[in-house]
T-cell receptor, first 113, second 114 residues
Framework: AQKITQTQPGMFVQEKEAVTLDCTYD???????LFWYKQPSSGEMIFLIY??????QNATEGRYSLNFQKARKSANLVISASQLGDSAMYFCAMRTGNEKLTFGTGTRLTIIP | NAGVTQTPKFQVLKTGQSMTLQCAQD?????MYWYRQDPGMGLRLIYYSASEGTTDKGEVPNGYNVSRLNKREFSLRLESAAPSQTSVYFC?????????????FGPGTRLTVL
């Protein structure tokens, strides 16, 4: 079975600071993909970043980077220089060889001006 | 390209009524998914379809049925709605992996069962 765990239900961060959102995963499949999505209050799911299990480098997309530690089965999202518009729910997700896609319970991030 | 479309956007049902949520994608994706999201919670997988003609149960399949009508369309049916099925329903699609490319989500259907 595959599982995603996000242990931070909510976080408050000062504007312009960096923030790390935690995600650990569990799967016995050697091939998998890890994703982060942002869900603002409007409700849509916005794709942020992807990391493949065989990728050698940590993924980066603008202010987002994924700190992938395969041995520890963690895939933390790092947002540099946070902005007010970053306030949202953030979900970590994993996809494996059977195409099943599993989400964590999410972290609500609030950026304080 | 419309991406992933879902109909309806909102629906109110009475307990025991049935309805079908429609989902279509125009990106030639193999895999399609149905999720429900309850207030303050993550997305829970109801059913998914790795390719046309196949469907598999997710975490919370009870009370739902699905049909992968063709490569484009994946519908979710509630045969006898219950208040516990009040939720926001998301459809998603993606190319088959690896690599496991991003999933594209529809705008969601907000369902209330009275």
């Amino acid at each position: 079975a595959q599982k995603i765990t996000q242990t931070q239900p909510g976080m408050f961060v000062q504007e312009k600071e960096a923030v790390t959102l935690d995600c650990t995963y569990d799967t016995s499949d050697p091939s998998y993909g890890l994703f982060w999505y942002k869900q603002p209050s409007s409700g849509e799911m916005i794709f942020l970043i992807y990391q493949g299990s065989y990728d050698q480098q940590n993924a980066t997309e603008g202010r987002y980077s994924l700190n992938f530690q395969k041995a520890r089965k963690s895939a933390n999202l790092v947002i540099s220089a946070s902005q007010l518009g970053d306030s949202a729910m953030y979900f970590c997700a994993m996809r494996t060889g059977n195409e099943k896609l599993t989400f964590g319970t999410g972290t609500r991030l609030t950026i304080i001006p | 390209n419309a991406g992933v479309t879902q109909t309806p956007k909102f629906q109110v049902l009475k307990t025991g009524q049935s309805m079908t949520l429609q989902c279509a994608q125009d990106m030639n994706h193999n895999s399609m998914y149905w999720y429900r999201q309850d207030p303050g919670m993550g997305l829970r997988l109801i059913y998914y379809s790795a390719s046309e003609g196949t469907t598999d149960k997710g975490e919370v399949p009870n009370g739902y049925n699905v049909s992968r009508l063709n490569k484009r369309e994946f519908s979710l049916r509630l045969e006898s709605a219950a208040p516990s099925q009040t939720s926001v329903y998301f459809c998603a699609s993606s190319l088959a992996g690896p690599p496991y490319n991003e999933q594209f989500f529809g705008p969601g259907t907000r369902l209330t069962v009275l």
